[in-house]
């Protein structure tokens, strides 16, 4: 090994050495114990490291996040804690009144809320979601689609490259599938990954833009047409290099 | 409304919030930012508490879930460009590293300056600790383009941070 190559990989030192492959890591130390300029640099790249890591892990925290954000997410717990309230005697039978009101709205809200559409949900629980459940998963531990609503891909270079039957995918904790996730292989373009749809009405945040262009740092992109939005997920390859390979072939 | 807390919620976040924010710090740059990429995550942390199968698995967890968060805002250009990092070419005679301290602000000043795609491996390899592999892993790249992005990012951020020491001690 020559002095060059030698510094380049102790630009990668120290913890990244176990990254290397042996021979190369073997040769590297050989080169080392000949070589003081290059050993002393060595011991230095690893002073560096030692200094920025320490900088690094040393934010400081503001003082009052720990209760602010304890009393955030309690506001926004999804299920309700009861307070049980004490009414006079005098008011009960309005209270009673009240209760029955209440309850038929709420009976009627409910039916109305929960016989027609699910919660919405954000685009990020739906990636997060998708990533936990999908990427890396064997296809035979995942569930077939239950057509909770019919997941049709409209543009027909998704549909080309989709395999025929979805799986589905729960993020909202609640009985049914929320995503379809259709498996993507394209062994000429080097990706596989998922092309995962949930009806748009479902999504508070629906992404802005209507062709995957936005990508997310090459692991997913998220695009909406009229009825749904889509995020693309990779496994092998990526997300942005797939769209460009398109791009170039459709220019 | 104040309402009880998921179990289990309270304690992941007495646990890991201050290493949360301080990895949503390091990405963002921003203060307001991170504080709310923390809520965040907690708050998606909170809807999705029955994934976390491995308790001792829960501080990567979190991260992950705030480094999708920070991604998810910003659409990063499909071609990655980073025009003033070169390859590692060899070194000038050395000058030794500068003296004096390097305190968290100088080091957030030179991240800030790494565009997105170089940051977050940096993030990732000196703040969460991960190997190489292991950020190609979470960041679905290639074991080389991980090398070589780290590799550009480790020179820039040490050129930066040599010009802020001397700035700071010259002499
Ligand atoms: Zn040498």
New binding site residues.
């Given amino acids: 090994m020559d002095?060059h190559t030698?510094r380049q990989m102790i630009e990668m030192l120290p913890r990244a050495a176990h990254d290397l492959p042996s021979a190369e890591e073997q040769a590297l130390r050989d080169?080392l114990a000949h070589?003081p300029?290059?050993l002393s640099a060595a011991e230095e790249v690893g002073e560096w490291d030692m200094s920025l890591q320490s900088a690094m892990t040393s934010v400081p925290v503001p003082d009052d996040l720990h209760e602010r954000l304890l009393s955030q997410l309690a506001r926004s717990t999804p299920q309700a804690g009861r307070n049980a309230s004490q009414f006079p005697d005098r008011t009960r039978h309005i209270r009673r009144i009240a209760s029955w009101l209440a309850f038929c709205l709420v009976l009627f809200a409910g039916s109305v809320f929960w016989l027609s559409r699910a919660p919405r949900l954000e685009l990020a629980s739906v990636e997060n979601g998708a990533i936990q459940q999908l990427r890396n998963r064997p296809d035979t531990g995942l569930a077939a689609f239950d057509q909770s609503f019919a997941a049709a891909v409209a543009d027909s270079k998704w549909q080309k490259v989709c395999q025929s039957s979805p799986f589905g995918v729960n993020v909202d904790k609640r009985a049914g599938h929320d995503l379809a996730a259709f498996r993507v292989n394209i062994p000429s373009l080097r990706f596989r990954g998922w092309l995962v749809m949930v009806p748009i009405s479902r999504i508070v945040d629906v992404p802005p833009s209507t062709y995957p262009d936005a990508v997310h740092y090459a692991q997913t992109a998220a695009w909406h047409d009229d009825r749904f939005v889509y995020v693309c997920l990779a496994e092998q390859g990526s997300v942005e290099a797939l769209i460009a390979q398109w791009n170039s072939s459709a220019a | 409304m104040q309402r009880p807390l998921a179990p289990g919620l309270a304690e992941l976040v007495d646990e890991h919030y201050r290493a949360v924010f301080g990895y949503a710090y390091r990405l963002s740059g921003s203060v307001i930012e991170s504080e709310d990429l923390t809520q965040q995550t907690f708050m998606l942390a909170q809807s999705n508490l029955s994934q976390l199968r491995e308790p001792r698995a829960a501080r990567g967890w979190l991260y992950t879930i705030a480094r999708n968060e920070f991604l998810r805002r910003r659409p990063v250009p499909s071609t990655v460009t980073l025009d003033d990092v070169s390859e590692p070419s060899m070194p000038e005679p050395d000058p030794g590293w500068p003296e004096g301290e390097l305190t968290s602000e100088q080091l957030q000043a030179a991240l800030n300056e790494l565009p997105i795609e170089f940051r977050v491996p940096v993030v990732l390899f000196y703040y969460e600790n991960l190997c190489y592999r292991d950020i190609a892993l979470q960041l679905n790249l290639p074991l080389g383009t991980v090398m070589s992005r780290l590799s550009r990012a480790k020179s820039q951020l040490r050129r930066q941070l040599e010009k802020h020491l001397l700035e700071s001690h010259p002499g």
């Fill in positions: 002095c030698a080169h070589c300029p290059c």
